[in-house]
């Protein structure tokens, strides 16, 4: 089996000023791969932490990705230190120096000392040419056989450096199996029941193939995982009898595989069916729509939306009733239905969504605390609607209700549809 | 100085099926508290590697912090794995075991064997009461005087814990200096070209104030970072003066503090100036009104949005000409100023943002690629526009647009402000 340890670089991530996307990239292109990621890990910009941490990640795994510290300033300390490392010395790369200075010149800034020198690589790392930013990526191989490459820590040069370069690379220089995961999404049964559900099917699993429950609000994904697999044919048939066995034991359970979320389940059905769709968000203020139109081909069906956080707005384009603001609340059933309802109208769709609801941390009261929201699904036929404590803070609020909502409009599909 | 190690399992994290939110959330409490925080790491589902881990990171830190692996399924080792490194036998928490049942029958869960065993935990551990769900967190003191902490990996639960139980217990069990970051964000000057400009200050730093160069898109942030302080007030002073004298140096680049995004620099200066604002999306489909509205107080002056993905929703709703769209394309310099002055009109705003382009992957033409965005800003006295290129990805589009968009209206209410 061939293993990796993934290594970023930088005081930001360990005082938690940025969230590290970079490494679930990474992962996921080795994953792909047949690499098998056996540890993360982030450390600090020091010259010493970098060198021991390299050791002993070369000591246990046979290819180690670093990203980070690379760029023009004092703080970026990852060539120098992994120079010395190989004691190596620099030369100029003249194809670097070429392309930083036509890049910035580009971009209309003044070539200067400090870009000269992310054209300087050590003498002993293979230059892995980055298209997209001014700081080249590098590929070491270590005494022990190890092979070890350093990228930026820009997500979007690192991603095109791993497709074009680094994978490639990998591929052709080991002689790799197969991972495989597999995974099923089961809405419905928590954890514990889910678990006591599937109990003996569990215990038959073969050795090889590993089970992961992850549980997510509402949802609990079954992950089967194989790794170093020969004969990958075989056991991706293996994994998929496996979850037909599944299928015998949870069928209503069983929403969905792979990552999917529910918005992804809901677009699925949209596009097949034909159906279009409208959101009338007052305190997910445009989460929902995010959700959807961040999926490619989102337009097939969504129409449009409305944000509709001032009472005027509810009143004036969704048509909600002044009076039921005034007598029930803008938090209240009958403002959600018409909502949803005047969505529909407005926007003119099949179906809508709509939420409102009190996020916080302001504006709760005793009967409508921080958290509370209603939501409503308006459908050809009739409008169906929910109340939901959604939580305390109001990114986990806005998250909840979004989710929420969504649920109910894939439940009222799903129920259209076996009907 | 005192240091800690987090430690996050599971596999998810190492396949890249999950981002790792929790250690950012553990990073900033610690931090907060003058706890550095030496490395981060990821392992999966397996003793030996956790054993090892643990064991590496008490040589070299006095607080370890680890999350997941608590629930109730086969696939949860870490506390039978904590059990065994700390030599101790299981004992039933009475209080826990109520906890979990009340908790589970409020939920219509049948209480079975699995939920059982969430309140069996080690005798060595003081038991950390997880209000918020059924795996408590545990607090084992190591015989190197070392603190091993264990938490639930539900983002909900494990913060919950880190403020009500950890914190207040490190903060006691320590005596505790101070870490100090302050952040500038600047704008309008490269990398390279601000390193440059501010070489003669930086190179003048004393040497417990570190630098550190934080790019984004568009800005860049400059971290002043001091660890383990005990006269927290004159380092404070001192970094305010380091920044003070850059104010001299760059006073045109300096467009706010710590780590506000663009969206909440636009936040402070409508609320201060008590002037709305509204949003008519079509390719960022809500991502810019959900920027705004997930930050707290966005009502005061966020009156709501359109989502404008159907023609028809532009031309009904914010009034965009017909024939506009028809002869110039939806994606046009006169479609996103209509839309921006339609959003001001339909939903009563001082100020509208507007995005048209195209987010992929599909839809693009030779003259108006994928990753093409018109924007528009309409304010009471002018509509402006620009076109942008926002890349070739659909999320980076749409994320670039916004963050574009944001901008512009960030810079004209400069503008206004200033005259």
Request: contains cysteine; negative net charge.
């Amino acid at each position: 089996m061939i293993k990796a340890t993934i290594i970023t670089i930088g005081d930001e991530i360990l005082i938690g000023q940025i969230v590290d996307t970079n490494s679930v990239s990474i992962a996921k292109h080795l994953n792909r791969a047949g690499i098998t990621v056996a540890e993360k890990i982030s450390i600090g910009d020091t010259a010493t932490q970098i060198e021991q941490t390299l050791r002993r990640a070369l000591d246990s795994t046979q290819v180690v990705i670093i990203t980070g510290g690379l760029g023009p300033t004092k703080d970026d300390i990852t060539k120098y230190t992994l120079a010395k490392f190989f004691a190596s010395d620099f030369r100029e790369d003249e194809a670097v120096a070429h392309h930083v200075k036509t890049m910035l010149e580009a971009r209309g800034i003044v070539y200067n000392e400090l870009n000269h020198s992310q054209a300087l690589v050590p003498e002993k790392c293979k230059v892995l040419f980055n298209y997209h930013g001014t700081a080249p990526g590098m590929w070491f191989e270590d005494k022990s056989g190890g092979i070890v490459i350093s990228l930026p820590g820009v997500p979007f040069e690192m991603e095109h450096l791993m497709e074009d370069e680094v994978m490639p690379r990998l591929k052709a220089h080991f002689s790799l199996h197969a991972n495989i995961h597999r995974t099923m999404i089961t809405a419905g049964l928590p954890e514990s029941m889910l678990a006591e559900r599937i109990a003996d099917w569990e215990d038959k699993l073969p050795p090889y193939i590993k089970l992961a429950y992850l549980p997510a609000p509402n949802i609990v994904r079954l992950r089967l995982s194989a790794y170093d697999i020969t004969d990958e044919e075989s056991v991706t048939a293996e994994i998929e009898s496996l979850f037909a066995q599944l299928n015998e034991i949870i069928p209503q359970h069983i929403v969905g595989f792979e990552d999917a979320s529910m918005q992804a389940l809901v677009h699925d059905i949209l596009c097949q069916r034909q159906l279009s769709l409208a959101t009338a968000e007052s305190c997910t203020g445009g989460a929902i729509a995010s959700r959807f139109t961040a999926m490619a081909g989102a337009s097939a069906y969504f129409n449009g939306g409305i944000i509709a956080y001032a009472n005027e707005v509810k009143c004036n384009i969704l048509g909600v009733n002044a009076k039921d603001i005034e007598q029930q609340g803008a938090v209240s059933e009958t403002v959600a239905r018409q909502m949803a309802e005047g969505a529909r109208r407005a926007i003119g769709s099949d179906y809508a969504i709509a939420t409102t609801g009190i996020a916080g941390p302001t504006g709760g009261t005793k009967e409508k605390p921080v958290g509370t929201v209603w939501m409503a699904v308006a459908t050809p036929t009739r409008t169906i609607t929910s109340l939901r404590n959604c939580g305390t803070d109001r990114g986990q609020i806005i998250n909840r209700a979004a989710a929420y909502a969504i649920e109910m409009l894939y439940k009222e599909l799903k129920n259209n549809i076996n009907k």
